[in-house]
């Protein structure tokens, strides 16, 4: 009796040029392994390749092949020898007549055939299953292990391939990744029909090959959500990091129309940390891709809309609405806004930095890149909570880490608990007064140059890792005009507003911005992009939701 397949959608493909056996061989193949496998049939060796670069696209496996000997244009040991590049673990079968016995026993040699089956095969009892049998439990037993619904193909140094993984990665959407370098990524490109010159090419799981794509075609073909369902909310909370979420979580439970538009992926900042150990109820520890998926599907649980890969540009004051336009020309509009936009890490200010951004040089990629680090020695830039976390995570797979701190130790901003963790690390080292003067390589990192800042002597140094957690530079650029900021870019709000006694400039108001109002009324503030913020997830939580509270008053004496 047929046992079941490990994959639901496995195939069990039959190519035969004649109709009728074509039909035969399928019909006694669905009477015994029909309920396990999916059956699929060819008449033709090309047609049958199409099918299989279709499958293959779409991630199904393919377990047997059954060919015949005699077809036109295309014979069955040509065709298993093309079949070969496309699933190289298939096994496969020659079904042909007596005369041509001698052509199958040679295929042997040339396609690795795994059987030759003599026509005609009936009894199928006696002559058919009995070797199909055998040929998929070795196939079970072999290593063909299903992959995930989406497929990278890249190159280990694309800048491109870089930030698609990151993209993936922070919107918790599994792939795997093949290097154009690996044969099964060579079979992938040539399924898509591609020739590596452009590169990565994403495949979704329904077969789609999307080339170089960008972030918003990216993200609707992957299904993470880009379209609002509505024009007007109650709230629109803008920037998806802990402060965004907590603020959706908060509006949405409460009742508030509430839609999300983050511009890349949740979880900002925090959803790149590897470990968070110093938030409230967590003693063991969270990851950041754990806190943010929590609090995503919290979100959502309330009704909460959440926009992905949506860039906002604009913010228009319309009488009681509030208009956020986005960089497709599209809008909507609210009774209330949140700025939540979060912080960026800074760009490393050195020769060869830029070139090599995605080739070498990250930001803020630790958790993506890691398994590539294995065994090899690894440099991070920046003395905070985030390049600790990454020097832990990374440290259990290098060879070593380095982190280089502009200051004299880690104690200016790094959390104690962590100063604690790296210095038990036997393979994490930490320079002081010590900074990158400049990177170099060709086509990716391969050498740095470090200047310790007290002697001003330079050292040079082999490294294909640099990891860059440097400070953070607020996203507001958008808001200029309309928003008041401070010298560095931060929102100011409530008490900042009116460190003189007076309020802001053109406040029409008879009472003074809330806590966390900006100078427009009804539009508030949020985490890290709020001027003197903490800076730490728990109090951006905190702020999310204090916000929402405001909201609410702002409503009511509206």
């Not at 010298?487 to 911005?513: H, K, M, Q, S």
Request: proline share 5%; glycine share 10%; with cysteine.
């Amino acid at each position: 009796m047929a046992q079941t397949a490990d994959a639901a959608r496995t195939v069990i493909m039959t190519v035969d040029d004649d109709p009728g056996v074509s039909r035969a061989v399928a019909r006694d193949l669905r009477r015994r392994y029909g309920k396990s496998y999916r059956i699929v049939r060819a008449e033709s060796g090309e047609s049958a390749l199409e099918a299989l670069r279709e499958l293959k696209l779409r991630g199904d496996l393919v377990a047997v092949i059954l060919a015949d000997y005699r077809m036109p244009q295309m014979n069955g040991i040509e065709f298993l020898e093309q079949a070969l590049d496309v699933y190289p673990g298939a096994r496969r079968v020659l079904l042909t007549a007596y005369a041509d016995s001698n052509a199958a026993i040679d295929a042997i040699n040339v396609v690795d055939l795994d059987h030759y089956l003599l026509k005609p095969w009936d009894p199928p009892e006696e002559k058919l299953y009995p070797v199909l049998d055998d040929l998929l439990e070795a196939w079970r037993c072999s290593d063909f292990r299903p992959v995930p619904g989406t497929k990278v193909v890249g190159h280990r140094w694309s800048a491109r391939s870089s930030d698609v993984r990151e993209f993936l990665a922070r919107n918790q959407v599994p792939y795997r990744w093949y290097s154009i370098e690996e044969p099964e990524g060579q079979r992938l490109l040539a399924a898509a029909g591609q020739d590596g010159q452009r590169l990565p090419v994403v495949i979704t799981a329904d077969g789609t090959a999307l080339v170089e794509p960008e972030v918003p075609e990216l993200a609707a073909q992957v299904g993470l959500a880009t379209t609002p369902t509505a024009d007007f909310y109650d709230l629109v909370v803008i920037g998806g990091g802990p402060a965004g979420l907590g603020a959706a979580v908060y509006g949405a439970s409460e009742g508030l129309r509430t839609v999300l538009v983050e511009r890349s992926a949740t979880g900002g900042q925090a959803g790149q940390s590897s470990r968070i150990e110093n938030y409230l109820g967590f003693p063991d520890g969270v990851s950041g891709a754990q806190l943010t998926d929590r609090a995503r599907r919290q979100a959502a649980k309330f009704g909460a809309e959440i926009l992905t890969a949506r860039e906002v540009t604009g913010l228009e004051i319309n009488g009681a609405a509030r208009t956020v336009r986005f960089s497709d020309g599209s809008q909507i509009a609210a009774h209330s806004v949140i700025l939540a936009t979060g912080v960026s890490y800074r760009q490393l200010e050195a020769p060869g930095a830029d070139e090599l951004s995605g080739r070498g040089v990250f930001y803020g990629s630790a958790l993506t890149e890691a398994a590539a680090c294995q065994g090899h020695d690894v440099y991070i830039v920046g003395g905070a909570n985030s390049a600790g976390q990454a020097a832990m995570y990374l440290s259990r797979g290098a060879k070593s880490v380095t982190l280089l701190v502009r200051g004299a130790d880690l104690t200016a901003s790094m959390s104690h608990y962590l100063i604690q963790q790296i210095a038990q690390s036997p393979n994490i080292f930490v320079r002081a007064h010590t900074v990158v003067e400049a990177a170099h390589g060709d086509g990716h990192l391969e050498q740095l140059t470090l200047r310790d800042t007290t002697s001003d002597q330079t050292e040079l140094v082999d490294a294909q890792w640099l990891f860059v957690f440097i400070g953070a530079a607020p996203l507001t650029d958008w808001l200029e005009g309309t928003v008041l900021r401070d010298e560095r870019g931060f929102i100011l709000a409530g008490p900042d507003l009116t460190a003189d006694g007076r309020p802001p400039a053109n406040w029409e108001l008879d009472r003074p911005p809330y806590h966390l109002e900006t100078n427009i009324p009804g539009v508030f503030v949020a985490g890290d992009a709020r001027a003197e913020s903490a800076k730490r997830v728990a109090s951006a939580v905190g702020e999310g939701a204090m916000a929402v509270m405001l909201v609410h008053r702002y409503r009511e004496q509206s």
